[in-house]
């Protein structure tokens, strides 16, 4: 049973370019759960998805940034003309079901935006 | 509140001896709670969870206690080991905040033999 796969591991970007960060949950997972790292920083929550729904994007910067969890398919977590302070390491975790269950993350994509 | 841009605290511990990791959280109606270990490069792997109507779980060589008197969670290692060292993150969980883990700063722990 494959755990939370992330693509790419590593990516870089130009200013200006668009990023897009892949997430696929574990099997039978159908919450979606984005958070971004900065370096010697906590997790912080960007955006929480079921399929076809978003839950909760308080996180979320509100340009340029958006996320999807379609029907099939990986969740997909887009940033347009990044720029440098985009730079992090951006995370996600999946769960079987809400509240009071366990997350499991993936291994992460590391964005540089140069 | 969140902890930006602030250097991490670090626990050095010699091998063998127990560790004890702390955890604040500001959410009295927080009632699951998660201990994460991350190492250099990887994702946070679970280590173990407690709900809020427990006060303590055991693990393999670990031990998460809970007191919500004073919203405060610990992670007890017993007997580390270099493969331990890592940064360990607390997370809370509560329906207020939607059902989303919200992490505290983390905690370096160094290990050394």
């Known amino acids: 049973n494959a755990g939370v796969m992330q693509n790419p591991r590593h990516l870089v970007r130009r200013r200006g370019q668009e990023a897009r960060l892949r997430c696929s949950p574990m099997k039978g997972h159908s919450h979606v759960y984005w958070y971004r790292q900065l370096p010697e920083e906590g997790l912080k929550f960007m955006v929480y998805l079921q399929k076809e729904n978003i839950i909760d994007e308080s996180g979320m910067p509100k340009e340029r940034f958006s996320a999807e969890f379609p029907k099939e398919g990986p969740s997909i977590l887009r940033i347009q003309q990044v720029v440098r302070g985009d730079s992090a390491a951006y995370f996600c975790?999946?769960?079987?079901?809400?509240?009071?269950?366990?997350?499991?993350f993936g291994q992460g994509t590391r964005l540089t935006v140069v | 509140g969140e902890n930006v841009g602030l250097h991490l605290p670090t626990l050095s511990v010699q091998e063998g001896d127990n560790s004890i990791i702390n955890c604040a959280y500001s959410n009295s109606a927080s009632d699951y709670f998660i201990w994460y270990k991350q190492e250099s490069g990887k994702g946070p792997q679970f280590i173990i969870d407690i709900r809020s109507n427990m006060d303590k779980r055991q693990g393999q060589r670990v031990t998460v206690l809970l007191n919500k008197t004073v919203k405060h969670l610990s992670l007890q290692i017993a007997a580390t080991q270099p493969g331990d060292s890592a940064v360990y993150f607390c997370?809370?969980?509560?329906?207020?905040?939607?059902?989303?883990?919200?992490f505290g700063a983390g905690t370096i722990l160094r290990v050394k033999s």
């Open positions: 975790a999946s769960s079987q079901g809400t509240g009071n269950t366990e997350a499991f």
């Open positions: 997370a809370e969980d509560n329906m207020e905040y939607g059902n989303k883990l919200v």
